[in-house]
């Protein structure tokens, strides 16, 4: 509707949910063909094409989608080398969801001791690396399929943001929560580079005024609406949420930090900034406060 508006009803967006036009993993390809004009999809479906956005999937990074939004959209402005992940496309803006926490069926965990051996439910590469840091076996699974696995017992919970806990019913299958802000889910908008090319100087213009930092924080905050309403929803059902104290946060991060030193080194050896965009995160993340 926004778009439509701007544009006086030149530009109109038909949007088709989920995979209908192309698969989580393809939606990268399908702009950069030309398959579909525009979509909006999770970095972490495709990492090697977004290694840097990559850095709020480390651990405590935002207490919040709106923080969290904000800082990724900042580091875009900052550092030209995000350009590069966007390569024949146009970013027209990027948010986070909600932070994820460990959610679990039948045991709480409440210390590093709890969470070794359990099979958790992870949803990126990077999340996987610190859950095997802190003895739990990573379960690589799209959220979609969480639901039946810890119905069934596959796995005995999963990481996810309060959002998932009422977009994917989760709070009829787990009864534990611990909240320790473990991770972000990065999404993008993109347009094919052809199609925004086509649009013409006027149309650009237009849009420009809609596609700011306002559009990514409005995007955050959809997540913490409906991700507060869902934490407040399950503790009235029933459910047990342990809120890990700064003490035991600092006892977690002895495990989970060589995790993301791996991950700076990785960004290095690739020729990124990967411990000047860390360091620039973390500084904008305390500027929240």
Excluded: C
């Excluded at 702009?31 to 850095?55: I, K, R």
């Excluded at 534990?176 to 006027?202: P, Q, R, S």
Aim: charge should be negative; glycine fraction near 6%.
């Amino acid at each position: 509707e926004q778009v439509d508006k701007a544009t006086d009803g030149e530009v109109m967006i038909t949007s088709y949910p989920g995979s209908t036009l192309a698969a989580s993993d393809d939606q990268v390809d399908a702009v950069m063909t030309g398959a579909v004009d525009l979509a909006v999809s999770v970095h972490s479906y495709t990492p090697n094409e977004f290694p840097l956005s990559s850095v709020m999937e480390l651990p405590q990074m935002a207490e919040n989608a709106h923080e969290g939004s904000s800082i990724l959209y900042d580091l875009m402005e900052e550092f030209d080398e995000f350009d590069e992940e966007y390569d024949g496309m146009v970013p027209l803006w990027v948010f986070t969801s909600d932070p994820g926490q460990i959610f679990t069926t039948d045991k709480p965990v409440k210390s590093v001791e709890d969470l070794k051996g359990m099979k958790i439910r992870s949803p990126s590469a990077m999340t996987n690396k610190w859950l095997e840091a802190l003895g739990a076996t990573p379960v690589s699974m799209p959220m979609d399929e969480s639901f039946e696995a810890l119905e069934r017992g596959v796995v005995d919970g999963t990481i996810a943001p309060w959002e998932a806990v009422d977009a994917w019913s989760l709070g009829e299958v787990v009864n534990y929560a611990t909240v320790g802000n473990f991770y972000l889910t990065t999404f993008y908008a993109v347009m094919n580079e052809d199609v925004w090319n086509d649009l013409g100087e006027e149309t650009q213009e237009q849009l420009q005024t809609i596609l700011d930092k306002e559009l990514s924080l409005k995007a955050g905050d959809s997540y913490d609406t409906v991700g507060n309403a869902a934490q407040e929803a399950a503790e009235e059902n029933g459910m047990e949420i342990y809120e890990l104290d700064e003490k035991e946060l600092e006892e977690w991060a002895t495990y989970i930090n060589p995790t993301i030193e791996d991950w700076i080194a990785d960004m290095n050896d690739r020729g990124l900034p990967g411990q000047e965009i860390y360091d620039r995160a973390k500084a904008l993340q305390a500027e929240q406060k």
